[in-house]
């Protein structure tokens, strides 16, 4: 996999190097030299220059890239302009860009990003999520009132069958897959009997979620 990486604050820095460490192909680009020279021997390539020129751009060869990540989270005006370049005029197929409030999200939506994230937004409310939850290891917020969730199976359930315990019927939540000594399940079959130490990745609504961790 390619990765074309703009801006090398604290955020495009460290997916840079989480990217190079999954064996990920890596392009740093900003216009400060000084963020370049201090990740240019971590990462396959790095390049100093503007991501709002498009004869810039041009000259990188994105076209060879799965994605690119506009990661200018503090210059509004740049982070919209780069993601509109990229996709109206470079017409790449996947742009990834970090927005630092929700009307930034928007103004990057509009501009044609296929994904505008807040990671500060989201870490917080996976935070608010598994802050003091036993059990509960990550969550992934949905709509608000309902997520995806990573929760330790309850001692409840221990020994009986998934269709005993009966997740869909008593707390409304969907079993999308059992983690069991670091082997991934995906749908596993409701004959499987609860083991010690399973954990399991739900789907539903939050109040359902909360009551199944109560259990």
């Known amino acids: 996999m390619h990765v074309a990486i703009f801006g090398l604050g604290r955020f495009g820095t460290q997916l840079a190097r989480e990217l190079v460490r999954i064996g990920t192909t890596v392009l740093a680009v900003d216009s400060n030299p000084e963020n370049v020279r201090a990740i240019v021997d971590e990462v ?42 990229l996709k109206r005029q470079l017409f790449h197929r996947h742009v990834l860009a970090k927005a630092r409030d929700e009307q930034h999200r928007r103004s990057l939506e ?8 807040n990671p500060e937004q989201e870490a917080a409310t996976r935070l608010a999520h598994t802050l003091g939850s036993v059990g509960v290891d990550d969550y992934m917020s ?14 409840a359930a221990q020994g009986r069958s998934l269709n005993e315990f009966d997740l869909i019927g008593s707390f409304k939540l969907f079993l999308i897959a059992r983690i069991r000594e670091s082997k991934v399940t995906m749908n596993p079959d409701l004959s499987d009997r609860v083991m010690s130490g399973d954990t399991w990745i739900v789907a539903g609504n939050d109040k359902d979620m909360q009551k199944l961790r109560t259990r």
């Open 110 to 117: 509009l501009a044609g990003a296929d994904v505008a994230l």
């Open 142 to 155: 949905l709509d608000g009132a309902s997520g995806i969730a990573k929760i330790k199976a309850p001692v």
């Open 44 to 85: 396959s390539l790095a390049a100093q220059g503007d991501a709002t020129d498009v004869e810039f751009l041009r000259t990188l060869g994105l076209d060879s890239f799965d994605s690119v990540v506009v990661a200018i989270g503090n210059d509004v005006g740049a982070s919209v302009l780069a993601t509109l370049t």
